[in-house]
């Protein structure tokens, strides 16, 4: 799979240039500019998609500047001190991250934190702030920590690709090269793919899509350009359950994630189908797919939708779609030397909201039968 960064800043040369305000060499002797990139920090903040490590600095260094007693009180030098440097150990340790669950001194123990930060950070969280002695040296520790844990390795990230937040284009290439390889991947492989991979390929889309507020809605579109949801060799009248069976968790797990991203999904393929002209021929492979594929969510998703949300009228709703598909079932049928596809012709629909409305009217639901419409607050003269 590919791997793919997704970056607060535009490029990794502005990540190295913060470095170097918060880290100046030995040799520097330009004035403080530690302000500015605690200021930096902050703004990309706004962006999201900082990484812990990133903001700890921020805020730890924020801390040291703020440590001025002629403007300050000691009590609020304190109190800096210690909410960063708790902010620091808890955005490290904290139990309830993903991942098994473990105390604070064993993840530290696992993250080589010294185990005096968890101390310290429970004595300024649950007792007295610590003395401004202590806060001092151990803001300078952490600071050194995440020198080492962190900032003294971005070098190495020169080969990851680094997407900006709201980069239309890149985020549409970036989802492109993640199907492509999957597809890819997927051919070279068993036939019976592992669940893992597919919440593996579902994750990967999702944190690309999270990258910008239209990545969501946009993630159809890469979908059907792709073929990827349709061979592109595929001949009028094939099955398509293949394919259902192939990607139904992959795309479910997405709409878990994101629930407008079965709005997008339908859409996509309704204005596909409807206003494509070069797919308007009944003979074309292709808009039978789409045809296919609407008729597919239009049930499978909504059955699912129903069993994860068990009560009594998603039950109804099940049968009563259960028995729909059984009455309205697509079938191919052969008319002269072409394959069409028909929906057999069913009373069943009338039935079905017939049985509906008599249930609703047994709990005390009637429909209206004409609306009458006037302003709030004025009542009906009869």
Known sequence: MAKVIFTAWKDQSQLLDVRSKFYPSASYEGPDLRSHACATVEAWKLRGNVPHHVEATALLTDAILHDDAQHNSIFSIRATYSA??????????????????????????DLGLPASFVELRHEATHREPPSLVVLRKASQRSLEWLWDNYWAGIDELGDVPMIERNDIASIGSALGDILRKY??????????????????????????????????????????????????ERQLGESLNKAFKHWDPVLLKITESSSSFFTHFAEALVNRLAFDPAIESPQNAYAEALYLWLDHISTSYVLSACEQCSSHWTQTLSKELEKKGKATKVAPVTIGNSSKLKRTSSKSSMHVETNISSKLSGHGWEPLQKWDSRPLGISSIN
């Open 84 to 109: 960063a440097f708790c902010r620091f150990v808890t955005g490290l340790v904290d139990s309830k991250i993903q991942g098994p669950r473990k105390t604070m001194f064993q993840r530290a123990v």
């Open 183 to 232: 597809s890819t991947e997927s051919e070279q492989s068993q036939k019976k793919r592992k669940r893992d991979e597919d919440d593996a390929l579902a994750s990967q889309l999702i944190s690309t899509c999270a990258a910008s507020d239209e990545g969501v809605k946009l993630l159809p579109a890469v979908l059907l350009e792709e073929s990827v949801l349709i061979d592109s």
